[in-house]
């Protein structure tokens, strides 16, 4: 049985629409992204719809039905969905495209004299997108930008410009003169790596300094810090003096109180002094009862007073066996940073100079005692002692009014006392290195030099007490 088809072509040998015209097979289409070099349209997956029977890629046959049933035409093809490089190439090319657009712009507004109140158009007269547009339609950072396939015989095609270019980069400029890029820290002066390396190698940054006769504060071996003395400072006190060596900073108070003298000692008085470190003054004390130092300082203090000569006791007596003053000194550390015992020696003796002792008598018909508040008397200071501090380096190097840090890292400390007549009063030398004759004689003439220049900051006060 013949369909209509085969019967009209046997009737009219011209072609009619009930004859199927022969049909090609589909020829696969090669990718957008496949060049020269790739393994093929099979590998990026485009190599066309595949047939609902046959080879891949081909159209399917028609089918005739029986009677006067018409074939159904071929379906569309249907190219698959491209890789995801391919969407975002285009993507990336609508912004080089935006971004070239913006790039004319610019330069049609610097050409035109019209700054940048005129607004750029395209060829059609749409206006140029902006920056921000260029920067929505951008992809993501994660992809890379693939350039497209070069012309035979040039070389690969360049990346789309970037507009505006990015400002160049500045390093923040730190105080001190250092500039920082990132984590790197870049200092004319050194400062920051001359920190690193005192905190590491203490020892050796401090030995690095006396090899050149000098020390990290800018003293030489054998200079003392700044000293400052202020007489009567405390007005509730019998006798006051503040003294500053550096930024150690030191005051003494000195009350007067009348008590019976000891039966032993029938004819002298008493003087008490003691010695405070509070935990303001420096983080290493801590509050409470007198810690190791104090009670060392203190008894050190009562050394230097009793081998000194520099009160009499027998100067305090007022009556034989019946009332004697009695002074307590309390030498009180506001500000520690090492050689306390020179500033505890040298508030001491300011404050002694300054104390006003009142007129006492005592009553022979009723035995008591009298104090006239208008009449006052100096204290008698027979002699003035000053005390000088030396701290040994290596066991060879000395160097004089050590701070808190360079106590730490000496091998040894020594405390020379001397009076006004160059007498050696007292030696304190708790341990630590040996010292030779020779190196305790150059001590010795240090502190007489030393004990002037004391002498002259009292003297300078006095008139004015």
């Not at 801590?286 to 000194?308: C, F, K, L, M």
């Not at 040894?412 to 007549?421: A, P, Q």
Request: proline letters at 12%; hydrophobic letters at 35%.
């Amino acid at each position: 049985m013949l369909c209509l088809g085969a019967l009209c072509q046997v009737r009219h040998p011209t072609p009619c629409r009930n004859t199927l015209p022969a049909q090609p097979p589909a020829q696969a289409q090669p990718c957008r992204l496949c060049r020269p070099g790739r393994a093929g349209p099979a590998a990026c997956g485009t190599a066309g719809p595949p047939g609902r029977a046959g080879t891949p890629g081909s159209a399917p046959a028609p089918r005739l039905g029986a009677g006067i049933e018409r074939p159904r035409p071929p379906p569309p093809p249907r190219s698959p969905p491209g890789p995801p490089c391919a969407a975002l190439t285009r993507t990336r090319r609508k912004a080089a495209r935006a971004a070239s657009a913006s790039a004319a712009a610019g330069r049609d507004r610097g050409s035109d004299g019209s700054g940048g109140s005129a607004i750029a158009r395209g060829s059609r007269g749409a206006p140029a997108r902006r920056d921000s547009d260029a920067e929505a339609a951008a992809p993501p950072a994660r992809c890379r930008w693939e350039p497209p396939a070069p012309p035979s015989g040039q070389g690969p095609a360049a990346p789309p410009p970037l507009w505006p270019p990015l400002p160049p980069v500045r390093p923040r400029r730190l105080p001190g003169g250092q500039a920082a890029r990132g984590r790197h820290i870049r200092g004319g002066d050194g400062t920051a790596m001359a920190a690193a390396f005192k905190t590491v190698e203490p020892l050796e940054y401090y030995r690095r300094f006396l090899k050149e006769n000098c020390r990290p504060d800018g003293r030489e071996l054998g200079e003392f810090r700044t000293t400052t003395v202020n007489i009567g400072s405390i007005t509730t006190a019998d006798g006051s003096a503040l003294v500053k060596l550096g930024n150690t900073t030191v005051i003494c108070g000195i009350k007067a109180e009348l008590a019976a003298p000891a039966v032993d000692s029938a004819n002298k008085g008493y003087i008490v002094p003691n010695v405070e470190l509070p935990s303001l003054c420096a983080e290493r004390f801590r509050s409470g009862p007198p810690g190791e130092e104090a009670q060392a300082a203190s008894q050190y203090i009562a050394d230097v007073i009793e081998n000194s000569q520099m009160i009499v006791k027998e100067d305090l007596c007022i009556a034989n066996g019946k009332l004697a003053w009695v002074l307590y000194c309390d030498i009180i550390c506001l500000d520690y940073d090492g050689n306390l015992l020179d500033a505890s020696v040298f508030a001491l003796l300011a404050a002694l100079k300054n104390v006003q002792l009142p007129l006492v008598t005592i009553n022979e018909e009723t035995g008591l005692s009298e104090v006239n508040l208008k009449q006052k008397n100096p204290l008698i200071i027979r002699k003035h002692p000053v005390a000088t501090s030396f701290a040994v380096f290596d066991d060879t190097l000395l160097i004089v009014d050590p701070t808190a840090e360079e106590e730490d890292l000496a091998t040894g400390t020594v405390t020379i006392v001397t009076d006004e007549e160059g007498r050696l009063c007292s030696v304190h030398k708790p341990g630590g290195s040996p010292l030779t004759g020779a190196k305790l004689q150059d001590c010795i003439t240090r502190a007489i030099t030393r004990h002037k220049e004391v002498k002259k900051l009292i003297d300078k006060w006095l008139p004015e007490c």
